[in-house]
């Protein structure tokens, strides 16, 4: 069942949050709605990949508290490659403290080398935008946008249905700061946000450890998500290349076939 959604760049112009403007811009222009979850430890090996992803993704997810010698040095490596490919570059800390610990955590750990992070909703809107809106404001700092939690991919979590719709008022009320949210289904009708989806292999359905895979087209064509996030599925296999050109091509079919022609 397709349903007909607004084209990217007609999404553009209803996109308050700076980085969902410059993320909806590129996906068109790069024909991608792929974003690579890269969880190496070795700090070199993720920069090699990316290196090699980077015209086929839209941004680069990383952990930066799972990387050997995380430092200056290897974020500086990264937003260079991030400028010459073009993607966002996308630090999954999943925050979620009051709002003066969560500002404090943001500066230290994130606001001068990722482009968007991850954020629990759970503290609430104040504690939110209390931390997030000077930085984002802030010209001198490369963080320009948050991504919240609605729901997450993981058999059993605690993600229930009030706590889905109360971050989604929070993202709705506060578009100037929330690009979208990692969700595993659409949950707003607001078309400047953006729903991004982990949860996706084509080939197998579980990792054992509670990771619950689905297809690209079951994410995009029937659970209405923007953004595929993969990464198991392309980093760990022989040849990511190949697998890369696979499930960027397989995305960009399945929201291509639900826009405008
Ligand atoms: N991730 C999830 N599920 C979630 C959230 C984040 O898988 O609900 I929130 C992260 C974890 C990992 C990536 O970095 O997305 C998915 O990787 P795999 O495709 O390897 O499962």
């Known amino acids: ?19 969902s403007k410059r993320l909806f811009s590129l996906m068109h222009t790069k024909a991608t709605n792929l974003c690579l979850a890269i969880d190496y430890e070795e700090g070199e090996r993720i920069l090699e990949l990316a ?4 015209p086929f993704v839209c941004a680069v997810k990383v952990h930066a508290d799972t990387i050997d010698e995380f430092n200056e040095s290897w974020t500086s490596k990264l937003v260079a490659l991030a400028n010459k490919h073009d993607f966002l570059i996308f630090e999954d800390r999943k925050f979620a403290d009051t709002g003066n610990t969560l500002s404090m955590q943001v500066k230290r750990n994130a606001a001068s080398w990722a482009d968007i ?4 909703g759970i503290a609430g809107e104040k504690s939110i935008r209390s931390a997030f809106q000077p930085i984002i404001a802030d010209p001198s700092t490369r963080l320009k946008g948050i991504l919240l939690i609605a729901q997450l991919s993981c058999e059993g979590n605690l993600c229930d249905t009030e706590y889905t719709n109360g971050t989604r008022r929070i993202a709705e009320a506060n578009q100037d700061i929330v690009c979208g949210f990692i969700t595993q289904e659409k949950i707003s009708d607001k078309l400047g946000l953006i729903h991004w989806t982990p949860g996706v292999s084509l080939d197998e359905t579980t990792d054992g450890k509670g990771q619950q895979w689905r297809s690209v087209e079951k994410a995009i064509m029937e659970q209405q998500n923007d953004i595929v996030i993969v990464g198991r599925a392309i980093c760990n296999k022989t040849t990511p290349a190949s697998e890369l050109r696979r499930y960027r091509d397989a995305a960009w079919e399945a929201l291509s076939a639900a826009m405008p022609k």
């Open 1 to 19: 069942k397709i349903r007909v959604r607004l084209s990217l760049q007609q999404r553009e112009k209803l996109a308050t949050c700076p980085v």
């Open 51 to 54: 290196d090699k992803a980077g």
């Open 117 to 120: 992070v991850t954020v629990y």
